[in-house]
């Protein structure tokens, strides 16, 4: 007998549906009947049929197949799951029964099927268009200087051009003086700060939830647009030295490294200090901070470490009924009310 467990996707996420596969076979002439094929999974994943499914501390799942000789059963588990994370299959054990039921044999099965929950999609248009108004704001400070890299067009000279623009093998075709005309490039950068401590009598994890949706999202749509992200968590590393940061950078595989130590489940003790987080540098991106936590000495903080010269944005989940007051001439605040 033997029974192999396998996840349809390699990861989904949190909101969405996953399929596991149940491969079950009985290699021998004897039919198996009753077979029992059990195994358990972490919280966070619910199964559509409820059908010999229990909850307690983890999930558990015990399906009841009758076997004829040499055949083999395929079905197809249909999840939901729920909460971000990393689920892997575990315990599996095959059960059954001699005739009379007077003896029970068990086998176990080994099994490597996992599936990663990522953090769950939000909408961050708001985030995105606050971000192209400081990307606007800087970007006019530059209009009038030229990028040398930035080449446009050519056009007819004029007695404000300087002569170092005169295109002379376009002017010689010609007959007449041509000149060169540059475009100024377009700086789009963003650099997340994302903060996950909820050190709290009260824990507020629905908040923490969106504020790691926020920072997922919006990582995933910059790369998506081409533009340079980078991220600092203040989550211990996996050496637990330092914390989760990525550099400014255009590679599509920081998404994947970022969306997979999300998904990781931690604990408080691998939370850092927040402003250990702040002190990375930005250079000349947007800094973009994800925090519940929120006051005026933390801003005052965060704009002395940021620099007081520099405009930023600081998205602030908040409970339903609890939008705080907030002040600064450094930060755009984008505000999220979040249903407990």
């Known amino acids: 007998l033997a029974v192999d467990l396998s996840f349809a996707q390699s990861y989904v996420y949190a909101g969405e549906s996953a399929q596991l596969k149940e491969k079950i076979e009985n290699y021998k002439r004897m039919p198996v009947a009753p077979l029992e094929v059990r195994f358990r999974i972490k919280k966070g994943i619910r199964f559509q049929e409820t059908d010999n499914t229990s909850v307690s501390d983890y999930v558990y799942k015990r399906d009841i197949y009758a076997l004829l000789g040499r055949q083999r059963i395929t079905r197809t588990l ?45 909408n961050v248009e708001d985030v995105l268009r606050a971000g192209e108004n400081l990307m606007g704001e800087q970007e006019s400070d530059k209009k009038y200087l030229e990028d040398p890299f930035a080449f446009a067009s050519i056009r007819d000279y004029t007695m404000q051009d300087p002569m170092k623009s005169i295109n002379w093998k376009a002017s010689a075709k010609t007959g007449d003086l041509m000149v060169n005309t540059f475009t100024s490039m377009k700086n789009e950068k963003m650099m997340i700060y994302l903060d996950v401590e909820d050190s709290g009598i009260l824990k507020k994890e629905h908040l923490i939830e969106e504020s790691i949706s926020i920072a997922a999202t919006l990582f995933q749509k910059l790369m998506s647009k081409g533009m340079e992200a980078g991220i600092a968590i203040n989550l211990r590393d996996e ?48 800094p973009v901070i994800i925090s519940k936590n929120i006051s005026p000495q933390k801003i005052e903080k965060a704009q002395s ?24 001439n450094n930060f755009l605040f984008v505000k999220r009310e979040v249903d407990g």
Request: proline content about 3%; hydrophobic content about 35%; aromatic content about 12%.
């Open 239 to 286: 050496e637990g030295k330092t914390f989760f940061y990525l550099p400014l950078s255009r590679s599509k595989s920081n998404r994947m490294l970022l969306e997979k130590r999300l998904a990781d489940n931690w604990k408080e003790t691998v939370v850092t200090d927040f402003e250990k987080v702040l002190e990375v540098p930005f250079k000349d991106a947007v």
């Open 78 to 122: 249909q999840m939901e799951c729920d909460k971000r994370g990393v689920y892997d299959i575990e315990d599996v054990s095959m059960v059954t029964y001699s005739l009379l039921h007077e003896d029970t044999y068990r086998k176990k099965a080994d099994t490597d099927a996992k599936i990663y929950v990522y953090a769950k999609r939000t």
């Open 305 to 328: 470490l940021l620099g007081n010269r520099i405009r930023g944005i600081w998205v602030l989940p908040y409970e339903t009924g609890e939008a705080p007051e907030v002040h600064s």
